[in-house]
């Protein structure tokens, strides 16, 4: 223990402490506190001795940031004798590469992980304030947007749960995707302010620094060997996040990469003379790689930054890996580069870090004079491959010409690939040549656009590749991977997601949690999640469903304040909560949510007062973000608010009837909604969700869910059992026929879904034109007609299974039972269980626990 001073805190301008409880506390360095005395007095050396803020202040802001400096102290502890024992025992690692980290708060899942959440409640109240009430002062880390963001991070969890040795690497955005403000125009975007001021969660390391070239060009020497030169090189430094395991000493690490330039690419001759701009050049580029996730890319120049993001976070975490690797080859005469993949595992979460494949491939070559046949074996014994979609602008097609203009070596050895993929099929495997052009990795069948296919090239080069729930990974093999699966089956597998039980249960809904754990006579269900299916056998106990109505009680009273003061309307936490929050697209069809919601309002209007009292009250929720460009999107998201605005004031209807757009969704608004819901929307178009994990997080905390047979709806459908999940719309081997069908005039639309479109055309909900939006849902064929997602096809059953929901809420036993069923059925979306399954049958890596 280092004591630095024995003091009191100055508590001058904390209006708290007024009884000066928290000026008895002393100011001493105690970073490996673990009793509540010691926890506060190191919370108060950090307020003294870590500032960050104006002398005497001891404001809420400022508590929660000496409390992370006091959580961050046990965490750099054990994250240095994580990283001590992995250097000291050389085991196998995986680097997970991805785009996006949803991370969420860090303070309550750390302490959590650690099992101080008493401890650290109990130091604050001796400082004068509630544990919750400094949590909230941490604004959620902006690095991911949906799902893949929130898996990652649901995976890191998990591999430090399970001492796995493991890292993550991503890129430290500045700016996020963006906030969304909600206005009478819809939704607003505004770049988020996570960094305005600080995260006391990362730690820079400024000795981690390596260069990342873009431009330029290929030099060939005489002897043949090629060199990447010129162009412009921008400096990727190095910000480590730890990522504590639950109950366990392992603590790993999320990399983020942040981009700047060195003082002398600053010209200071040009800014004397005036030229300001021109003088930080590069410094304004490299500013620009880490400002915001996924900037517009309908422009050459948005397209060249998009690809710098996604080659920066390759070539820096390449380059780490590489030195890693060697640096504990040091003083061993014996190794070679044959050893890489029985050392190095290399995961990357969708197409987004494929770059990775001829950058491996780069630095073997150029760098450690590997020759082609060596590296390609030990790059595609290396790489592993994660699709997460089926659909066609997300499988990344990127113009041949801006890569040959940003990454020349790199296309020269993309086509090499191509080439010699290309040969192989026609020497093996010869009657599968007249496949080529859809497998193979350049495709110039539009010789105006010519692209690279970012996918074709991540099967073609990874050992493995793998779907998210089993019907999409059946899709894979069945459809848009068909001929690679025909040549290499075994390549492909799948890996149904899961979320980690930790945040998405123990610590968002404490008291189900409690329940669970009193009637399971165990906590063990918090690391094997199998253990929940022992709630079956109480299902039908009515001690168990008053402890279970209570528990949900609490968390939809929760979500009704949080409700009111985000948007300033007041719901009933006695009517259903039916909740649908996910990123705005067509296919996940919040618009089939808010066509149903609009023709349950006219049904309600049309009601006398008496039948409406026979009705289920309801309060819908739909949150996410819309893509700043992606319109359709923007008009439901001003759709849902319109219908809001309207319902929500009707003295008619609000009392059965509230529907609310949540702002500005994140992971910390999802901690609130999850508990909170009873009802859950997972209504995309059959076969066009990978997997989807909210669903499982639903599941999880008891919320029932009323959805298609699509991702791993159909996995949760059967743990859960048929009865206890409200099932309608088409199935994925019917879509392309009704597509079909559709285009020769074959549909008959119900004559309800025309009736919901003909309220809102003739502005029910306001004066503004939803032509186009409604547009969209008619016509046999066209682009952004047609319906391509079958809003209308599906709409009655939607309906049907609306009027099944609400007859069952009435059943308050029959839901109860059906609420417990859906979390003992939910054992198998455990992260653990998923992780599990990658380490044993993709990256051959084995826990190693710190002693």
Request: charged residues 25%; hydrophobic residues 40%.
């Amino acid at each position: 223990m280092v004591v630095y001073s024995s003091g009191s805190m100055p508590m001058a301008h904390n209006k708290e402490t007024t009884d000066g409880s928290a000026a008895k506390v002393p100011a001493i360095a105690q970073p490996l506190a673990e009793k509540p005395s010691d926890i506060a007095s190191n919370i108060a050396f950090h307020a003294r001795y870590s500032p960050h803020f104006s002398p005497l202040k001891f404001d809420p802001e400022q508590a929660y940031y000496a409390t992370a400096d006091s959580v961050r102290d046990l965490l750099i502890h054990r994250w240095n004798e994580t990283f001590l024992h992995f250097h000291k025992v050389d085991p196998k690692q995986t680097y997970y590469l991805s785009m996006e980290y949803l991370q969420g708060r860090a303070l309550t899942n750390a302490i959590g992980n650690l099992g101080l959440s008493g401890a650290y409640a109990d130091a604050l109240k001796k400082l004068g304030y509630e544990l919750e009430e400094i949590a909230e002062k941490e604004k959620d880390a902006a690095l991911g947007n949906g799902g893949l963001g929130r898996l990652a991070s649901c995976f890191l969890d998990s591999m430090a749960t399970l001492n796995l040795p493991a890292w993550g690497y991503g890129l430290r955005y500045r700016y996020g995707l963006f906030k969304q403000l909600i206005s009478k125009e819809g939704q607003e975007e505004v770049a988020e302010d996570w960094l305005e001021k600080f995260s006391p969660w990362e730690v820079v390391r400024h000795d981690v620094l390596y260069p990342v070239r873009f431009f330029g060009h290929v030099e060939v020497s005489p002897t043949g060997s090629r060199k990447w030169v010129g162009g412009e090189v921008i400096q990727a430094l190095a910000y480590d996040v730890p990522i504590p395991g639950y109950n366990t000493k392992n603590t790993i690490s999320l990399r983020l990469w942040e981009a700047k330039s060195s003082a002398k690419d600053f010209n200071l001759f040009e800014f004397n003379e005036g030229k300001y701009e021109s003088a930080s050049q590069l410094h304004s580029k490299a500013q620009q790689i880490c400002a915001v996730l996924y900037p517009g890319d309908a422009t050459e120049d948005g397209k060249i930054l998009r690809l710098k993001q996604q080659f920066f976070l390759c070539s820096a975490s390449l380059q780490d890996i590489i030195m890693r690797f060697k640096e504990r080859r040091e003083g061993n005469m014996a190794w070679n580069w044959s050893d890489f993949p029985s050392k190095v595992a290399v995961q990357l979460n969708d197409t987004h870090p494929t770059l990775a494949i001829p950058e491996l491939m780069r630095l073997l070559m150029d760098g450690e004079e590997l020759g082609w046949d060596e590296a390609w074996d030990v790059t595609t014994r290396t790489v592993a491959y994660t699709n997460h979609t089926v659909l066609p602008e997300a499988l990344e097609k990127w113009p041949q010409a801006v890569m040959y203009k940003l990454l020349p070596r790199h296309m020269e050895i993309i086509e090499e690939i191509d080439k010699r993929f290309m040969a192989m099929i026609r020497s093996t495997f010869s009657s599968m040549e007249s496949k080529l052009s859809d497998m193979q990795i350049l495709d110039s069948s539009n010789p105006q656009k010519p692209v690279v296919r970012m996918a074709n090239l991540c099967v073609v080069s990874s050992h493995k590749v793998n779907g998210v729930a089993e019907l999409h990974s059946d899709i894979l093999k069945a459809d848009l991977f068909a001929n690679y699966f025909s040549i290499w089956p075994a390549k492909f597998q799948n890996k149904t997601n899961g979320v980690t039980p930790r945040r998405w249960i123990k610590f968002c809904s404490p008291e189900l949690s409690d329940i669970i754990t009193k009637w399971l006579k165990t906590d063990g269900w918090i690391t094997n999640l199998d253990l929940l299916s022992g709630l079956r056998q109480f299902a039908d106990n009515d001690k168990l469903h008053a402890e279970w109505a209570s528990a949900k009680m609490a968390n939809k009273h929760r979500l009704a304040q949080y409700v009111l003061h985000v948007t300033g309307v007041s719901i009933d936490p006695n009517s259903l909560f039916d909740i649908q929050i996910k990123r705005i697209h067509e296919y996940k069809r919040q618009l089939l949510n808010i066509l149903g919601t609009v023709y349950r309002y006219k049904k309600l209007k049309e009601m006398s007062i008496e039948e409406r009292k026979k009705t289920t009250p309801r309060t819908v929720m739909l949150g996410g973000k819309a893509f700043a460009t992606y319109t359709n999107a923007k008009r439901i998201v001003k759709l849902v608010n319109d219908v809001g605005s309207v319902v929500n004031n009707d003295p008619e209807i609000n009392n059965y009837l509230k529907v609310i757009f949540i702002p500005n969704y994140n992971v910390s608004v999802a901690e609130l909604l999850i508990p909170g819901s009873e009802l859950s929307q997972h209504i995309s178009t059959a076969g066009m969700e990978a997997s989807g994990t909210s669903n499982m997080k639903f599941s999880l905390n008891g919320c029932l869910i009323i959805g298609t047979l699509d991702g791993a709806n159909v996995e949760i459908r059967q743990e859960i059992g048929e009865d206890n999940f409200f099932l309608f719309g088409a199935k994925a081997d019917e879509v392309a026929k009704l597509r079909k069908d559709r285009e020769n005039g074959l549909f008959k639309p119900d004559p309800r879904f025309e009736e919901a479109k003909q309220f809102i055309r003739g502005g029910a909900f306001g004066s503004y034109d939803y032509s186009a939006l409604l547009d969209s849902l008619e016509g046999n064929s066209g682009y952004g007609r047609a319906d391509y997602f079958l809003v209308g096809y599906d709409f009655p059953s939607y309906i049907e299974a609306q009027s099944r929901v609400d007859e069952a809420y009435k059943d308050r036993k029959r839901w109860l039972k059906m609420s417990i069923l859906s979390t003992a059925g939910s054992g198998k979306f455990s992260s653990d269980r998923t992780i599990s399954q990658y380490a044993n049958e993709i990256w051959g890596i084995k826990a190693c626990p710190v002693p």
